[in-house]
């Protein structure tokens, strides 16, 4: 039988209050027991949700199955012995045969009662489907591979399609497992140029569990990534141990220690010579300055309507202060350009016309990104058309103490863009844009800390609705190791 993985890029999570009053004719309940009967109401309301979640996901998962039935083809006898006897032996990852791509994946327990399971494999192209062009080479429609599973009680055969987009591949996977397990997949796979690129997706397994999937270029990589995925599992089962112990919301509880300064280098290109000016860029720069000065502990450069050497020299100054214990934002908003595959941004004084040296090359500033701003957690916010490269924060503070110390701990390397290989709106919220103004709400909004994906969670759901699609990810070959930029608020 066929078993499928249902992946899902963004999760967006809703979180439920509860109000709690006394009245003059209810004996007054001590704290302790009011403590306690909010943490049993909790309990219950998260129970709730997680079945109602996963009764969803099945839903969603029967639904995809009959959708797949258009595009796997049937296979001969022959091909069904071959894949039997291939399953017969259990496989680790070093013993991973030569393929295009390799996977991890955890599925994620509904509740503390389940352990984490994991599974890998690898995806070859089927050189026998049909050919279509992407990124300037022939690429297969289809593909085909083995998944298997760490406690050895499962062995799968992929099949895969693949879908052209703009920037990526949209992959869907289906895993036939056996004995009517199915698992249904649809991820966003970068296109593998080389052997360090990264894809990544998210999916639902059988039993309506949530998973999380990633995919390298080499057996090496895949493994590596799958300790990483073990180790901030353990980390994050012995952060729930100490938050069962202290289950205050005290903000008192929040004690963040941060190895360095704070930087911002912010740019916001308006007023253009030669291209149309924009409203936005500096209106959105100078407010995120101020609040990142008043509220936050950053010390803030910007550089409004830069032109080409301007913005260069505000980076290299910003190489010779930062250490590589300091916590670095740069945020560009202005015209921005792709030529093939190279993206650009536009200073105020360059020429409409590619080809007189003063576009800047995104990959100069990878430069400084990669090599010479030794930070140890670098942000890189870019809202601009063509931009490409290879919501409030919590007030349970307890509960995400140890959590954003272990994001401040872990070195990170991230890129947050309004929008890959599309035009991007000039303004939508008054003289801002919808990316500018989330990002400034969310910082508004945040009473002690808020970390930068939970703002891309904020970002994506305030433009579900527009063509523009924001993204964010790590930059591994920017020496990314999982960690993420947390805003902390001045004490």
């Not at 500033?365 to 290879?390: G, N, Q, R, T, W």
Request: with cysteine; charged share 30%; hydrophobic share 35%.
């Amino acid at each position: 039988m066929i078993k499928k993985l249902l992946l899902i890029v963004v999760i967006f999570l809703g979180a439920i209050t509860f109000a709690q009053s006394d009245t003059s004719w209810i004996k007054k309940k001590d704290k302790s027991e009011k403590v306690e009967e909010v943490k049993e109401v909790e309990k219950k309301t998260s129970t709730w949700i997680k079945k109602k979640k996963v009764k969803q996901n099945k839903k969603k998962l029967k639904e995809k199955i009959k959708e797949s039935k258009s595009w796997i083809t049937k296979k001969s006898k022959e091909k069904v012995q071959d894949i039997k006897e291939k399953l017969k032996k259990h496989k680790t990852i070093e013993n991973l045969p030569k393929a295009d791509v390799y996977f991890i994946a955890e599925i994620i327990p509904n509740d503390e009662n389940q352990n984490a399971e994991y599974f890998y494999g690898f995806i070859k192209n089927n050189k026998q489907s049909e050919k279509f062009n992407f990124e300037g080479k022939q690429s297969y429609k289809n593909g085909e591979g083995f998944a298997y599973f760490e406690n050895k009680k499962n062995r799968c055969s992929l099949d895969v399609e693949f879908v052209p987009t703009r920037s990526r591949l949209a992959t869907d996977i289906i895993f036939d497992c056996g004995n009517k397990k199915m698992m249904e997949s649809f991820s966003y796979l970068m296109a593998f140029k080389d052997e360090n690129d990264f894809g990544e997706g998210k999916g639902t397994h059988w039993n309506g569990n949530d998973i999380k999937l990633e995919f390298y270029g080499t057996k090496k990589l895949a493994n590596t990534h799958l300790a990483y995925f073990k180790k901030e599992r353990e980390n994050l089962i012995a952060s729930n141990k100490i938050f069962d112990q202290d289950n205050s919301n005290n903000e008192k509880n929040l004690n963040l220690k941060v190895t360095g300064k704070y930087y911002a280098l912010l740019i916001g290109n308006s007023k253009y010579v030669k291209w149309t000016s924009l409203t936005s860029p500096k209106n959105d720069v100078k407010a995120i300055a101020k609040i990142l000065d008043k509220k936050y502990n950053f010390d803030v450069t910007t550089v409004i309507d830069g032109n080409y050497k301007q913005i260069f020299k505000a980076f290299n100054d910003l190489s010779k202060v930062t250490t590589d214990n300091d916590y670095v934002l740069i945020y560009y908003a202005g015209h921005g350009e792709i030529i093939e595959d190279r993206s650009f941004w536009i200073p105020t004084d360059a020429e409409k016309e590619f080809g007189f040296g003063d576009w800047i090359n995104i990959s100069d500033i990878e430069v400084y990104l990669e090599k010479k701003i030794p930070a140890h957690h670098l942000a890189v916010m870019v809202d601009s058309c063509y931009f490409a490269v290879s919501q409030k924060g919590s007030d349970n503070y307890s509960q995400e103490n140890l959590l954003f110390q272990k994001y401040l701990k872990t070195r990170a390397r991230i890129v947050l863009a309004s929008g890959t290989n599309q035009p991007v709106d000039d303004t939508n919220k008054g003289n801002h844009s919808l990316f500018g103004y989330t990002f400034i709400k969310s910082l508004e909004q945040n009473k002690k800390a808020v970390n930068l994906l939970k703002i891309r969670d904020d970002l994506i759901l305030a433009h579900s609705n527009k063509r523009q699609q924001p993204f964010g990810h790590g930059m591994w070959h920017w020496g990314h190791n999982g960690g993420d930029f947390v805003f902390i608020t001045k004490k």
